[in-house]
């Protein structure tokens, strides 16, 4: 049965109301100033493209259908008995002066923040969706990756260098998908799981591990809002495969050069992973002792009620990531335990702050040169701002989501659902409902992973508050 779709009239108007709210009560500026908006146009008719030539490379992109902040093309072919694989990222960076509007309006949103039904760019629309997005058939500037790769996936070489490219083919998830199960894609296509696979495997024999929970996402439906929980796809998780390849090959770059900014997280505690082991036995689906977490919760997907209080308590073993900048002095840990290797942001620069400097270190270092006086600078700054853009993130998606569950089921109090218990509180405990996609605050105690009837007694959209209790 499809989610319920917000559709009564003063509902929707006041949910309208408090979703355009939320970014500001957060203090999260959505309009840009004049003298950044000055800059950015200027800038986008001005700023010259690189003299490397890649026109030739057959590039595309591949994003979620109707995106326009496109940081990412790829090039896949077959190499011999291995692979070769370019990237190429958009060179934001070279629509930046340091210290000026532009420069000074990212650090302080240093990331782009997703609300219900829109978005708040880190960039003016006419850099991250125009000049500096990868559009199909555009000229634009870019740092291209270029990798060798082994029959295993493994990388024997890299270089990255600024070029300027021109993406061929748009596509999407979806429309790729179906190529792929068809049989209609052509070899490029077919390569992204075979990689995608190898690296898998790669990530597995590192000790790593991919949390794939289901997301509930906020959908517009002609104009109202609709709530679905979204499983990540097979497609999505081999194309992440790489971006972390990428990510991974950069960190390398950095601790080589003794310079630059990770993306890490602490191996989680040994008793975080013996709580975690004696939920799984509570919940009937124990964690064997001789396999690594990694690979059990590959078989964990969401589809079972008790499965999904198992990816809700594994959320506790990916917890405090965070940012490590240095200059001279490579730290003691550079691990980024989820993945099991050093690894940094760097291929989403129209998204978030961090990606243009990695890639600016990188790029210097690979070409033999120090990185500028003024992405240096910048480094140390750089954890403490994505902290802060990291939390305004979360905050306004949170309270986002929170604002429309409450009004989609604003109309329902007294009825009674379908849910599963994923978790404890001190005042009861967290149910996920079965439809519609939502999570929320239940009185009682029932058992973790239990199937059980709730009733809704409270739906406010102002507070942006969902209470349930169970029903007899």
């Known amino acids: 049965m499809p989610s319920p779709i917000l559709s009564v009239p003063s509902a929707a108007a006041e949910l309208a109301g408090e979703l355009a709210a939320i970014p500001r009560r957060a203090g999260v500026a959505a309009d840009f100033p004049p003298d950044v908006i000055a800059e950015a146009e200027r800038v986008a008719t001005t700023t010259p493209l690189p003299d490397a030539d890649l026109t030739d490379v057959e590039f595309a992109t591949m994003d979620p259908a109707g995106s326009m902040d496109l940081d990412q093309a790829f090039f896949l072919a077959r190499d011999g008995g291995g692979y070769r694989f370019l990237y190429a990222i958009a060179d934001i960076a070279d629509f930046v002066a340091p210290g000026g509007p532009l420069d000074l309006e990212s650090h302080q949103r240093g990331e782009t923040i997703y609300a219900a039904g829109h978005r708040i760019p880190l960039y003016p629309t006419v850099l991250s969706e125009g000049a500096a997005s990868l559009l199909e ?29 021109r993406s061929r083919r748009r596509l999407d998830y979806v429309g790729v998908a179906k190529q792929l199960a068809d049989g209609t894609a052509d070899e490029m296509l077919r390569l992204v ?20 929970a289901p997301e509930t996402v906020v959908e517009r439906v002609r104009g109202r809002y609709a709530l679905q929980r979204r499983a990540v796809q097979p497609l999505e998780s081999w194309n992440a495969e790489l971006s972390l390849l990428t990510g991974m090959e950069a960190a390398q770059i950095m601790i080589q050069g003794k310079v630059g900014i990770l993306r890490t997280m602490p191996e989680a505690d040994p008793q975080a992973f013996d709580t975690f082991r004696r939920q799984t036995e509570a919940l009937g689906r124990p964690w064997p002792k001789d396999e690594p977490y990694g690979e059990y919760l590959d078989d964990v997907d969401g589809s079972e009620p008790g499965d999904l209080a198992i990816l809700h308590a594994a959320t506790r073993l990916f917890r405090g990531a965070g940012y490590t900048a240095f200059d001279g002095e490579v730290p003691a840990d550079t691990v980024q335990a989820a993945i099991g290797a050093p690894y940094a942001h760097a291929t989403a ?26 992405v240096r600078a910048a480094l140390p700054q750089l954890p403490a701002e994505m902290a802060h853009g990291g939390n305004l993130s979360g905050q306004v998606a949170n309270r986002s989501l ?19 218990v994923v978790a404890q509180t001190k005042d009861g405990c967290t149910v996920q409902l079965t439809d519609p996609a939502v999570t929320a605050a239940c009185a009682g105690h029932p058992e973790t992973g239990s199937a059980v009837r709730v009733r809704l007694v409270r739906a406010d959209v102002p507070t942006a508050s969902v209470e349930f209790e169970l029903a007899a």
Do not use: I, M
């Open 402 to 420: 929170d604002a429309v569950e409450a009004a989609v089921l604003a109309h329902r109090v007294g009825d009674t659902f379908d849910a599963t």
């Open 349 to 374: 620069p129209l998204r978030r702050l961090v990606d243009r400097y990695v890639l600016q270190v990188c790029e210097a270092l690979v070409a033999g040169r120090e990185p500028s006086d003024a």
């Open 193 to 212: 799981p075979e990689v995608g696979r190898l690296r898998l495997a790669l990530e597995k024999q590192r000790g790593g591990a991919s949390l794939q």
């Open 137 to 165: 058939g555009q000229l634009r500037g870019a740092f291209v990756w270029q990798f060798a790769l082994d029959h295993a996936g493994n990388v024997t070489s890299r270089t990255v260098a600024r070029a300027r490219v």
